[in-house]
């Protein structure tokens, strides 16, 4: 385990928890296990760090029961490591770093719900595509828990919205937060291609951050028939670094269309996405 001075105050769990996971490097291994690199040599190639550094990082966030290792190898023993409950307790933590590192340091400080084309987060994005999507399942309209790639279809098209204000009201001040209004006519836009996209066995799946009830009431009243996905506790956005924004108490994602192969790759992304309609007809067009 790595070395240190720092002795937190015992009775703040402030001081507490920066004990455990205090170190950047464990957060960054935190951040990549959430995108599903498992193994030993994945991480010291994402993070370039030494084999020392990473050996000690781990055997600490093991022995704080934040991760998990299991032996896939022998003679040589290696391991494989996952984030155990805690540890994806710690989701909510590095997309609130994200997004006020998006928003403090890499942007100019603005509330917004999109990004320009040459922006850090739009990069980021863009650089998913050749990538692999981790299996991730998510709460969905239907009842049932789904992985959020569609393994009977020929492609999965995944929209990120940042909230539907029906039935529960947006916050203040929603529409001058640019890139926030529009989640409606999407939904209702993907509605209206639905057949075109089955006919293609093209999944279509809409994910937001607001609870499942929400959701569901929505599609009720809209009659939406593609799945929308609750994406309350951020799996889907830690593994693929998607873009947020803060409003109303909580993180929102910011409106992003990703093509998703059989073979869970990445094929396109759009963002930013300016022109809703014509996004749509992107991702038919594309899948």
Same mark, same amino acid.
């Given at each position: ?7 937190? +105050? ?31 040599? +994945?991480?010291? /190639? ?20 934040? @991760? ?9 023993? =290696? ?29 100019? /400080? ?22 692999? @999507? &981790? ?18 279809? =020929? ?11 029906? &039935? ?7 529409? +001058? ?26 999944? @279509? ?49 910011? =409106?992003?269309?990703? @093509? ?28």
């Amino acid at each position: 385990m790595r070395r240190s001075t720092f002795s937190p +105050e015992p009775d703040c769990a402030i001081a507490q928890s920066l004990g455990v996971i205090g170190d950047g490097w464990e957060l960054l291994i935190v951040r990549d296990l959430a995108r599903g690199l498992a193994r030993f040599d +994945e991480l010291a /190639g994402s993070l370039h760090i030494s084999r020392k550094v990473l050996t000690e990082r781990l055997n600490g966030l093991v022995d704080s029961q934040i @991760v998990n290792k299991t032996a896939y190898q022998n003679r040589p023993t =290696r391991y494989a490591y996952e984030l155990t409950p805690r540890g994806r307790a710690l989701l909510p933590v590095l997309v609130a770093l994200q997004d006020w590192g998006d928003r403090w340091l890499l942007g100019d /400080g603005s509330l917004t719900g999109t990004n320009a084309a040459d922006e850090p987060p739009a990069q980021r994005l863009h650089e998913l595509v050749g990538q692999r @999507v &981790p299996y991730v399942a998510l709460p969905s309209i239907a009842g049932t828990t789904v992985d959020v790639v569609d393994p009977d279809a =020929r492609a999965t098209v995944l929209f990120g919205y940042p909230a539907t204000g029906r &039935p529960t009201r947006l916050p203040d001040g929603w529409d +001058e937060i640019a890139g926030a209004a529009g989640c409606t006519l999407e939904n209702r836009l993907f509605a209206g291609r639905y057949d075109e996209f089955a006919a293609q066995r093209i999944a @279509v799946r809409g994910v937001s951050t607001q609870r499942t009830d929400e959701q569901q009431a929505f599609a009720r009243a809209e009659e939406i028939p593609h799945l929308l996905l609750s994406d309350l506790e951020l799996e889907l956005v830690a593994a693929l670094r998607l873009p947020t924004f803060r409003a109303g108490g909580y993180e929102r994602l910011k =409106r992003v269309v990703l @093509v998703v192969g059989a073979d869970r790759v990445v094929q396109a992304v759009r963002y930013p996405v300016t022109d809703i309609a014509d996004a749509v007809d992107w991702a038919l067009t594309t899948a």
